[in-house]
Structure formats: structure tokens, C-alpha cells
């Protein structure tokens, strides 16, 4: 069994050390740190001290691009969409920018093969592409009741696969084309990625239940160059029953199995409510029972020291994890 954990929040390599150690010892395999735009700008040797001590510490180091232009999950805010708001970034329908950058820009993606350079240099073993999205109303940022994206590049790219012009509405048809400009924009990601000698792996953000996820995540799987297909089903955060993450997990199995991938599932330790913690035992547990073999939790502690996605008792959703873990 693989275990990780994702870690941020704190730059100060001593403290990262002993935090990398303290996983060795309750034997988690990798460590998964966030690599957002500040890291890039101002990080980017001290990322290299994280990685080197997370190896020292015998596990893998794993990067995120938390948060990177807003296209990927994670709170970190986006220089790149504040600098580039009227020339790379998601038009939505009311015709306004969204602080987002668009996949199929073209400084956006020059942008993210700088941050891949930088991750290579860091001598990470993994990639970690984290839930890559167009505008979500629901999401951080997001604008209630509007959908994009419609810039300038899209709209041609519709125009030249569709051959009509794209509709004012999102209909399924304009669903469908968002993921294929995902996958493409992924796959560029993942090939430049993999010539740096970097392994990728993707979580895929669930959608309303795991049957409706299917047709588009065996699309996903399918990518060239991936090796590791995952998916964070937290169940508090969707207002779920734990037994989501089995439906999950199952799905997540056999799309691996299909295409010869590693299944992966991030158990949700982070806004635990208080008095539930048994759960996150559960989740791992049902992760476990449909053969998922690299298991990681979102995030160190429970996140105490991010108020805003901690648990209600961050120490005690921890301990509820570990115990858990040690089964395995």
C-alpha cells in the first residue's frame, strides 16, 4: 500500500524536515506538497531544499500546482490571472473576464511550461494535476448563474471541431468540448512533464455521483502519459454520506484496471466536523475494499494551521486517520 499526505503551508525547510520525518515514521510513502505562484516566484530554491529533505526523509516528494492560474484546486491566488485578466483569461457569458486563466491560451500554457521547468528542477518524482477545471460557479471565485469559457480561443476552436459557432448557452455539446480542451491542455502538460522526467498523476473532482463520472473519466484515463488516475470524493465537503467514497473508489479501480493505471483516493481530513471523526476510518476502509493501493489524505494534521479548511479538531481527525492507516 502507498500512503501521502499533502503538506503547505509552511516554508521553513528545518520544520519541513522534521514534519517529513515525523510521516516516514507512521510510514507514509510520499509526501505531496503544494507548488503555487508564490512558490514559483519567490520559493523556488527553497523547493528543492523541501523535495531533497522529503527523499532524505525515504519518501517520494510530490508537487501540486495549487491553485496555478486558478485552472488547478487549491486556495493560493493567481499572479498570473490578476496580471493577465483581459488577455488569458475565461470570458463568461455576460461577456466579463473571470480571474481564471483559459487552457487553451496560449500565454497560459507558455506560463505552465515554466512552472513544469521549475518542478523538474526541483528533482520531484511526481505530478500531481489537481482538479483541472474551466469556470465553476460553485468553486472558488466562482460567479453564481455563469458558465465560460467563450474567449476569443475557444470560440475559434469551437467553430474549427463543430463547425457552427458556439451557442450563448453551455449545452451538453459545450460541456463535452470543455473536457476535450481539458484533456488536450493535460495532455500537452503531461508530455512535457514526462519528457522531464517527471511521472503524472491526475485527481479528478467528483460530480454529482460516480455513474455520471464515468463517460468522462474513461477519457481521462486514456491519456498517453499518465500513470496515476485518481479522485477526492470528500464526503463532508459534499454534504455526502461516507459511502460515497466506495462508489468512488470502485470507479477509480476499474478505470485503472482498463488502462493500466495506478488507482489513487484522497480521504478528506480536512473540514471534519467534530464528533465524526470515526468516518475518516471508514472512508480509508472502504477505499481499502475496492482495491485502491495508494491512499492519501487531504491534508497534514487535519490542517490545523489553515483555519479556513481545518477540522473542528484537528488533532483528533489525525489520530482518527493514523490509527486507521496502521491497518494497512
Known sequence: MKLGCSYFG???????????RGLARHHFTYALHTFSEFDLAFHRKTMKEIVA?????????HLD??????????????????EHIFDACQILDDGRPAALA??????????????IAAAAESKADVILWDEPHFHNPNFLGGRAGRWGCRCEFCRKLYRKTRGRAMPAKETPDVVD????????????????????GLRNALCLAP????????EDWLAWAQLPYLETLGADPYWQWLQKPVEIVSDYSALIKDLCARNGLEAQIWI?????????????GRAIELAAAEGVGNLALWGYEGCAHESWIACDDPPRAWAAALRA????
Open 10 to 20: 509552511n516554508r521553513i525547510v528545518r520544520h519541513v524536515a522534521a514534519d517529513m
Open 102 to 115: 483559459c487552457p487553451n491560451n496560449p500565454l497560459f500554457r507558455d506560463f505552465m511550461m515554466e512552472w
Open 53 to 61: 529533505a522529503t527523499h532524505d526523509a525515504g519518501m517520494e516528494a
Open 207 to 214: 460530480r454529482r455521483d460516480a455513474d455520471a463520472s464515468r
Open 65 to 82: 500546482p495549487w491553485g496555478v492560474g486558478k485552472v488547478f484546486g487549491g486556495e493560493a491566488f493567481s499572479q498570473f490571472a490578476s
Open 177 to 196: 468540448f470543455k473536457s476535450e480542451c481539458l484533456r488536450d491542455f493535460l495532455n500537452l502538460l503531461m508530455e512535457r512533464s514526462a519528457a522531464a
Open 268 to 280: 478528506q481530513v480536512c473540514k471534519i466536523k467534530r464528533g465524526s471523526e470515526a468516518e475518516i
Open 325 to 328: 492507516l496502521k491497518k494497512f
